[in-house]
């Protein structure tokens, strides 16, 4: 079956300028994750959907970053006001449900000029 | 100091050889530790996945969890040039309000060479 799908696969962008990803999960699973992966840096966690919960947003590092998660399904992460330090590579991750196996998307990989 | 540590490496080993990855943490609430695979440009894939402590085994792949160390530890028998990847260990915790978040090490970068 298909797996986790991310778009756009690269984003080139302005520094100050606003960015959406998208997320689009396994059929199915409740739990959705978003990760940053920053040069040689390990996955840090951004924001944690599960269900219809309030979601985790403990790791989102400042206001300009938030998400939402609409019917259950695919996620948008929204960048405001875009700096070069936000430059990573942006991944999702879905489970069946929460503290299950997380299954990773291919990542979008964001450069903020 | 971050809950979880890695030596990135770069590790460099002949084709053949047992590679030993490692992993130390500090938070005793993690009870579930998983070993990703990330191949350049591509997400993470989830390679071995274990609760509590102790051994498991999957093909070529040996994973060991020693929670009274707080150390995990992924072995790889005959390595082989497609096993060439960076290597993440991950942990997650069993109660409280970070429950279902993955807790990341900066990964090993393992090169295999013919």
């Known amino acids: 079956g298909a797996g986790v799908s991310q778009s756009p696969s690269n984003k080139v962008t302005e520094k100050g300028k606003d960015v959406e990803l998208r997320c689009d999960p396994i059929?199915?699973?409740?739990?959705l994750y978003w990760y940053r992966q920053s040069l040689g840096q390990g996955l840090e966690f951004l924001i944690y959907?599960?269900?219809?919960?309030?979601?985790?947003k403990s790791g989102l590092p400042s206001d300009r970053f938030s998400a939402e998660r609409t019917g259950g399904s695919v996620s948008t992460l929204t960048i405001q006001r875009t700096q070069q330090e936000d430059s990573a590579v942006y991944l999702c991750?879905?489970?069946?449900?929460?503290?299950?196996?997380?299954?990773f998307g291919p990542g979008t990989r964001l450069l903020v000029l | 100091q971050k809950e979880v540590e890695q030596d990135p490496g770069p590790l460099s080993v002949p084709e053949g050889a047992i590679v030993s990855l490692n992993c130390t943490y500090s938070?005793?609430?993690?009870?579930?530790f998983m070993w990703y695979r990330q191949y350049s440009r591509k997400g993470p894939e989830l390679l071995m996945y274990?609760?509590?402590?102790g051994n498991k085994e999957d093909g070529r792949f040996t994973a060991q969890v020693d929670k009274s160390s707080k150390y995990i530890s992924l072995f790889i028998r005959d390595s082989q040039p497609s096993d060439s990847a960076t290597y993440l260990c991950?942990?997650?915790?069993?109660?409280?309000?970070?429950?279902?978040?993955?807790?990341f090490g900066r990964g090993t970068q393992l090169t295999v060479w013919p």
């Open positions: 991750a879905s489970s069946l449900i929460g503290r299950e196996t997380q299954y």
């Open positions: 059929s199915g699973h409740t739990a």
């Open positions: 959907f599960q269900g219809n919960s309030a979601p985790d």
């Open positions: 938070n005793s609430a993690f009870q579930y």
């Open positions: 274990t609760y509590s402590s």
């Open positions: 991950a942990m997650s915790a069993d109660r409280g309000s970070t429950l279902g978040r993955l807790y």
